[in-house]
Structures are given as C-alpha cells and as structure tokens.
Nanobody, 126 residues
C-alpha cells in the first residue's frame, strides 16, 4: 500500500485547509485510517481516526471541534478538513492505515498503524 498526502501549504491563522490522502497498490477499504502530525522538535501526535465504513471517528483533544476526518471508500481516499487553524498546528501531517481491519475503538498508538504516507507540510502564519 502506498499513501500520498496532498493539500498542504501555507495558511493564515483562522483559515482552513483540507488534506487528502490517496491510497494505491491495494485497497484499504476494510481498514481504519488515521491522521498524525509532527511539529519540529516534537514527537509525532495522533489527530484523528476513522472506521472502515466512515461511520465512526475519533479525535484528539487538541483538534476536536476544529478538524474533521472523512473518507471516500470508492476512491480509496481519506480527508482531513482543518478549520480555525492556529500557528501551533504547524507541522508535517501524515496519514496512516491501521493494522486491524474493521477496528473501531480509539487507537492513537503509532505502532498499530502499518502503512504511512511520506507527510506533507502545513504552515500556519500568525
């Protein structure tokens, strides 16, 4: 499975961006997917997770209410809509595929995600 993120860039504080993550090489339709980010000098941080059917989503407290994860199973793509962006949201953002099909429970552990994109930069200017 190969994952490719897109949609990152530079945005002013308070603005919005929508990240996409397209999967290729094999279907991920039966697997939950997640978004993480890593800011300079910090550990990678879990942001959001969505079930295989898109019905169940989990969020970290840092983005709950501002970010929305969604997916288009037919297109093998997962999205992250980011609103009300803050300078502290500046980071490299990664999508990932969970290792267990049909998993629905909140899981923020990196080790439970098998495949990762190479990441995309999001910069929020103050």
């Amino acid at each position: 499975v190969q994952l490719e993120e897109s949609g990152g860039g530079l945005v002013q504080a308070g603005g919005s961006l929508k990240l996409s993550c397209a999967a290729s090489g094999n279907t991920v339709s039966h697997y939950p997917m997640g978004w993480f980010r890593q800011a300079p000098g910090k550990e990678r941080e879990f942001l959001a997770q969505i079930s295989d059917d898109g019905d169940i989503a989990h969020y970290s407290d840092s983005v709950k209410g501002r970010f929305t994860i969604s997916r288009d199973t037919a297109e093998n793509t997962v999205y992250l809509q980011m609103n009300a962006l803050k300078p502290e949201d500046t980071a490299v953002y990664y999508c990932a595929v969970h290792s267990i099909p049909y998993w629905t429970t909140y899981d923020s552990q990196e080790d439970e995600y098998d495949y990762w994109g190479q990441g995309i930069q999001v910069t929020v200017a103050s």
